[in-house]
């Protein structure tokens, strides 16, 4: 489909979301969505991420919307979009620092593979508790190594361990937002590094793949983007 067709539709489904009058507000709790329209995210929510949603995130989400601090929850559609990730990497070693609940925690423990692993950090058990019981009936607490108290000590000790070093695939991080840098700092040194081993059949293709994106880059009859997305997805569209 044609980049003017693809805006079109988009337009026309915008359109048809805000032609009623008396627009309601979204239902997601604690959503972070920049979408500026309410009965847009809505309609992305009803035709995309709710029918997807496994019966124990539903719950989840629906007891932690009962919670006071509601807010701080990550909401439906980046959870399900955390789940395709993961896939994407095949990731299996993960770690989550900001649990609250455990929305996005649960959707990490679904997308791992059973023998999947998430250390998971929150200053609040009792919150971490709430979700338990959601995270249990979904078979997958046993992939979740859960520590009370602040992140930055036990990191501290992680990269300190030569072993520690490069072995998560995937860390998430929505705690509190002055410690960020620290935690980045810190965490660069325990995710899979730059240099990994290729599988055989990648690094077989690497050399093609590379002398493609060269041609691509200098090729003046096309508009390009590279997508990290899996092992890497490029758009081409040719210039009229």
């Given at each position: 489909m044609a980049s003017t067709d693809v805006a079109a539709e988009v337009k026309a489904q915008t359109t048809q979301v805000e032609e009623p009058a008396k627009v309601t507000r979204h239902q997601e709790v604690g959503h972070k969505s920049l979408l500026q329209s309410d009965a847009l995210y809505q309609y992305i929510l009803e035709t995309s991420v709710?029918?997807?949603?496994?019966?124990?995130?539903?719950?989840?989400?629906?007891?932690?919307?009962?919670?006071?601090?509601?807010?701080?929850?990550?909401?439906?559609?980046?959870?399900?979009?955390?789940?395709?990730?993961?896939?994407?990497?095949?990731?299996?070693?993960?770690?989550?620092?900001?649990v609250y609940t455990g929305y996005s925690l649960l959707s990490t423990a679904l997308a791992l593979p059973d023998d999947g692993k998430i250390l998971a950090m929150d200053i609040n058990r009792e919150n971490y508790d709430l979700g338990l019981p959601m995270i249990e009936k979904a078979g997958v607490a046993h992939k979740i190594d859960f520590r009370e108290g602040p992140a930055l000590p036990l990191l501290d000790e992680m990269v300190k361990n030569e072993e520690m070093q490069g072995s998560f695939d995937f860390v998430f991080v929505d705690a509190d937002k002055d410690n960020y840098l620290n935690y980045h700092r810190r965490l660069i040194d325990l995710v899979a590094p730059p240099d990994a081993p290729l599988r055989k059949y990648v690094r077989y293709y690497r050399d093609f793949v590379m002398e493609l994106n060269k041609a691509l880059a200098a090729d003046p009859r096309i508009e390009i983007s590279q997508i990290p997305v899996g092992d890497g997805v490029t758009l081409c569209r040719r210039n009229y």
């Open positions: 709710y029918p997807r949603e496994p019966e124990p995130l539903k719950e989840l989400r629906e007891v932690t919307a009962k919670h006071p601090w509601n807010l701080m929850t990550t909401s439906a559609d980046e959870g399900q979009f955390l789940g395709l990730l993961l896939k994407l990497i095949n990731a299996k070693n993960t770690m989550e620092i900001g």
